[in-house]
């Protein structure tokens, strides 16, 4: 990981709801929630948000204006080139909408972070 990313990693661990684990793309660590990854890190040091489509609409002004975010077409997620930690702010806010649009609806126990046999099968589709 990028040495300008270590601080933002450990605030975006701390969001409810979103945990550490292994990555359906590749060994480096991902975020998760609710069983599902909603963040990691691409190997150039970009920030990969899964936003949900309905976000991304709400958010499209927003994201288009800072000029250093992907919105990938017909996807969740988005890809943020960070260059200052005067971003954190703003990242953390896209964070905590991901972490929000997957988290377990109220009383329902999260599902946990795939590992083993069921992040095997996961890396096999992607």
């Known amino acids: ?3 300008l990313h ?7 661990l701390s969001i409810q709801g979103v945990e550490e684990g292994e990555s359906s793309w590749g060994d480096e660590p991902a975020l998760w929630v609710n ?3 909603v963040a990691n890190f691409t190997p150039d040091g970009r920030l990969e948000l899964r936003l949900t489509r309905a976000v991304i609409r ?3 002004e927003q994201l288009a204006a800072g000029g250093r975010v992907e919105v990938r077409k ?3 997620w988005i890809r943020i080139a ?6 954190y702010e703003c990242l953390l806010a896209l ?3 991901a972490a929000a649009a997957h988290r377990a609806p109220g009383g329902a126990v999260p599902k946990p972070v795939p590992t083993g046999a069921a992040m095997a099968r996961r890396k096999r589709f992607h």
């Open 1 to 3: 990981m990028v040495p």
């Open 6 to 12: 270590d601080n933002l990693w450990e605030r975006l």
């Open 35 to 37: 069983g599902k990854q």
């Open 58 to 60: 709400e958010v499209k």
């Open 74 to 76: 017909n996807s969740d």
């Open 82 to 87: 960070i260059e200052a930690t005067e971003q």
């Open 95 to 97: 964070a905590e909408r």
